[in-house]
């Protein structure tokens, strides 16, 4: 992730997190509107003063005639029609209807008059917007960072331009923070406002279906007759929110918004964009990452019918023509020829050796853990366990190519397209261009899946559009071919590690040592969650000539699978059930505990299988959620893994949209069984091997588990995210499962390989 | 060359080089954006469309091969009186999609498999549907399948959002 060196506000973090967060008693606080600044007043974390000037935009951008803004975020018509700007981007997890059951709820608004718009792309609508408006006491810095990818905190500590989708962030912290406080707060603005109008106290009034009513003289006035006298009204910030038992919209099943036009062809992805006078280009980067464009003769393209021009960038070729056929054949006419960046020596084999002798040098650049691991290791000796684990680099696959339209008119770069961060696309932009940001205007669309590819720090597109709309007269819409986008991936790295323990009498581990090899930070996502006298998690930090990107579940992914498929092996060593040698490592009465009792229940875990079959099991806590999956495989002839069942406990505090958040679990499951069975991302002589879906292996619908078992367990905890935590206990359950079918440990992933070797 | 069929049943005639793959004429001269781009060389199923009532590849096959025939794309599944094709309301009432990417052709896959099969066997969904769909909605694509047919019943939402 790109660090901001030009940051427009000076350290955002400025809010200083607490020692200890201090509840004041008596208190009330307002959210005061002081011309047109905003002032959050009261809280642990003292005054915050937004931005009057965004805060004048964000109402300019959005707000019409007959039409009331609240708080930037929100707004309602005389028509009663009330309408939320979401900050995250459409691209599958289904946040917008998430979001809006969540402000429509605490609103008591009418469903069918909800509006779920995409904010605009501008500062007023920045996460940290946001969080000043919204989290400031509420949840504060401390819990928005903690749970978001490594990669993005940086960003959000010294910037405040970036609008992200991702870290399983929507409703955890826009909706909980964010949309229910708004949703409560301008209600009581509305009642406030009502009280007045009809000449009554305000405990007399109720609200329902977007209108106030006074039960006893049975008058009733309409959201959109008091928005004007309510919008005057200063908020409180601290409004008392629904309890769970008042929902009527939060974990309901409540259809999701976006889907009709996704059945029938009408929703517009980035990639469907046409704009008079259009062009479409593709790209050609050079083969091996870090290389240079040496040269290329440009005339075989020209020739081919319908290419109007070839552009060169430091390190790739492009080709503009009337359409993409026509770019694709040109740029295939063409031989370019590029430097190899110093890496022709890298190759997958040389990276896990490289990453090998880095950990046998016994250097780690970060330790965490507590209680003396190398005397408990040394005192076991030879009855010490160990096992060596490696994962791969893995391919993000968006269903949707990069594709990103840029046209620079009247001094102004317009972009439009689908990335994860539409603010952060904008600075991006605004340097390749060498551009001021205001001078960047981005329009965001719906992505065909992202899955962390789409972040601004890793989407080399944006300096590439940028560039070649710099260079002509006409709107480009840029579109990687599926091989650029297989070839120049930000992929979720290739990692290895090695994990040691030690069982004690008591049958209990009683150390443990994970040697993490890779990039970042392994336990940035997902923490080692056993009760383990002894651990050490040491961190070398290795990197190939690859740029590491955030892979959906981020680090939790390769930690889920080494730690759960070693606590499996320990388990095993130690005569025991793999679930209950789990169960006994985690607090008595935990929810961990719970959440692996009811998968274990609900799987039939322990009755008898088919021989050739096994069970599986694995926990991981990533992002908030606890998940447990249990999976039932068996091998196929070919001797590849065949899963036949699936089950899947989810606590993640409060599910919101149960129909939804099911998808997204069921969806990460499968994710992670398909990197775990087939995908790899392989290099020779530093270029990498794979080029489509040929010979890059996803699970198709026959490889599937036919039902998935989907079930939350309603907790009391903070809302944890969805849209990632479904997919680390995959992998470790499913070489579990094979193990248990088997009696062969697979510890190299992807499986399919491994299974036939 | 000027080449003439029929879309969605309207006539057609396009200019465009007799290699120009079926997808790129139809999203980019016919404005038919609902058929999707995913690999360009027939693996993943987002470019599926029907040519003479067969589910057809669209990125893979020449503008040249289709003179004459007859193409359905998803803008194309609809009655006339816009009432959406039984299988697309089953998508929505088994809430399928998430990115939706893949959904046109994966729709279109299943149009063509019932029409094929009448009441598909969960043997015959895995043969024929064989579209990839990154986001992992292939449970309740089976589940849609097996409700448009009557052999299910899908997911129960509430309201119309």
């Given amino acids: 992730m790109a660090d901001n060196p030009n940051p427009n506000i000076d350290e955002v973090g400025a809010a200083p997190a607490p020692e200890t967060p201090v509840k004041k008693k008596g208190v009330k606080r307002r959210i005061f509107l002081v011309g047109s600044a905003l002032l959050v007043g009261g809280g642990v974390f003292g005054l915050y003063w937004t931005d009057s000037d965004a805060r004048a935009r964000a109402k300019a951008l959005t707000t019409g005639d007959g039409e009331h803004n609240f708080l930037s975020w929100m707004k309602i018509a005389e028509d009663d029609i009330v309408t939320l700007f979401s900050p995250h981007i459409d691209m599958g997890q289904g946040t917008h209807t998430a979001l809006g059951q969540m402000l429509a709820d605490e609103l008591d608004a009418d469903w069918s008059k909800l509006k779920i718009e995409q904010a605009p792309s501008d500062i007023a609508f920045s996460n940290t917007a946001l969080v000043q408006s919204f989290l400031g006491e509420m949840t504060g810095y401390p819990g928005v960072i903690n749970a978001l990818p490594a990669a993005v905190i940086g960003m959000l500590t010294r910037s405040q331009k970036i609008q992200i989708t991702g870290g399983s962030s929507a409703v955890r912290f826009t909706g909980q923070g964010g949309m229910r406080v708004v949703g409560a707060a301008v209600r009581l603005a509305l009642i406030e406002e009502a009280a007045d109008r009809l000449g009554v106290p305000a405990s007399e009034l109720t609200t329902a279906d977007s209108a106030v009513t006074h039960a006893a003289s049975g008058r009733s006035l309409r959201y959109g007759e008091l928005a004007a006298g309510a919008a005057e009204r200063s908020l409180d910030s601290a409004p008392t929110l629904k309890s769970r038992k008042d929902y009527k919209l939060i974990g309901k099943p409540v259809a999701r918004i976006d889907i009709p036009a996704k059945v029938d062809g009408s929703a517009v992805y980035g990639i469907d964009l046409t704009l008079p006078d259009m062009r479409v280009a593709t790209i050609a980067a050079a083969p091996v990452r870090g290389g240079k464009l040496e040269s290329v003769d440009q005339a075989p393209a020209l020739a081919v019918a319908g290419v109007e021009k070839v552009v060169t960038l430091d390190d790739a070729v492009i080709v503009i023509a009337k359409g993409y056929w026509q770019a694709l054949k040109g740029l295939q006419a063409l031989s370019p020829k590029f430097t190899d960046g110093g890496s022709s020596a890298m190759s997958t084999a040389s990276v896990y050796a490289a990453q090998a002798k880095l950990r046998e040098a016994g250097k780690p650049d970060a330790e965490a853990g507590a209680g003396d691991v190398d005397a408990a290791l040394t005192a076991a000796g030879d009855a010490a366990i160990t096992a060596d684990f490696r994962t791969p680099f893995l391919h993000h696959a968006m269903m949707e190519p990069f594709a990103l339209t840029a046209h620079f008119k009247d001094g102004k770069l317009h972009l439009w397209g689908g990335l994860q961060d539409p603010i952060g696309a904008r600075d991006r932009a605004a340097k390749a261009a060498g551009l001021e940001m205001d001078d960047v205007i981005f329009n965001p669309m719906i992505m065909g899946g992202g899955f962390g590819r789409r972040f601004p720090g890793v989407t080399e597109i944006i300096d590439q559009a940028a560039l070649l709309a710099m260079q002509v007269p006409y709107p480009v819409k840029l579109i990687w071919s599926r091989e650029e986008e297989v070839r120049h991936g930000t992929y979720r790295p290739q990692t290895s590690a090695r994990l040691t323990a030690a069982l004690g009498d008591d049958g209990r581990i009683a150390a443990w040592r994970s040697d993490f090899v890779q990039g970042e930070d392994s336990e940035s996502e997902a923490g080692f969650i056993y009760d383990v006298p002894a651990t050490s998690r040491r961190h070398f930090a290795y990197k190939s000539n690859q740029i590491d990107g955030p892979w959906r579940s981020v680090n939790s992914t390769q930690v889920g699978f080494y730690n759960e498929s070693f606590i499996d092996e320990l388990a095993h060593a130690a005569g025991e059930d793999p679930y209950q040698f789990r169960r006994k490592h985690l607090p008595e009465g935990s929810r961990h505990q719970k959440v692996l009792d009811t998968v274990a229940t609900r799987s039939g875990w322990g009755t008898p299988l088919p021989e050739g079959t096994g069970r599986g099991i694995a926990i991981v806590e990533s992002f908030g959620t606890i998940v447990a999956e249990v999976i039932e495989a068996t091998v196929k002839d070919d001797g590849s893994p065949k899963v036949l069942k699936a089950w899947a406990v989810v606590d993640c505090g409060t599910t919101v949209s149960p129909v939804n958040a099911e998808a997204q679990i069921a969806g990460g499951l499968i994710m992670g069984l398909s990197s775990a069975i087939g995908e790899a991302i392989t290099l020779e002589k530093g270029a990498v091997v794979e080029s489509n879906f040929n010979d890059y292996n996803l699970l198709k619908l026959a490889d599937a588990p036919p039902v998935i078992d989907v079930h939350f367990i309603e907790s009391d905890a903070p809302i944890g995210g969805i849209g990632e935590p479904g997919l680390p206990p995959a992998s470790p359950a499913l070489a579990n499962a094979l193990f248990a079918a088997t009696g062969k440990r697979i510890r190299t992933l992807p499986l399919m390989t491994q299974a036939k070797a | ?161």
């Fill in chain 2, 1 to 161: 060359m000027a080449i003439g069929f029929t879309v969605n049943g309207k006539d057609v005639s396009v200019e465009a080089e007799a290699d120009t793959p079926l997808l790129w004429v139809l999203r980019e001269d016919l404005a038919l954006t609902g058929t999707k781009f995913g690999c360009g060389i027939a693996a993943c199923g987002a470019c599926s469309v029907h040519v003479d009532g067969q589910i057809t590849r669209s990125c893979s096959v020449p503008v040249s091969d289709i003179a004459g025939k007859t193409v359905t794309t998803i803008e194309g599944l609809k009655g006339d009186d816009g009432t959406l094709h039984a299988v697309q309301q089953a998508w929505i009432a088994a809430q399928v999609p998430q990115c939706g990417y893949c959904q046109s052709g994966q729709i279109m896959a299943a149009v063509a498999l019932i029409e094929q099969t009448g009441t598909p066997s969960d043997a015959q969904i895995d043969e024929a549907m064989t579209n990839i769909c990154r986001c992992g909605t292939y449970p309740r694509i089976r589940t849609a399948i097996l409700a448009a047919t009557g052999q299910a019943a899908a997911a129960a939402v509430q309201g119309e959002a």
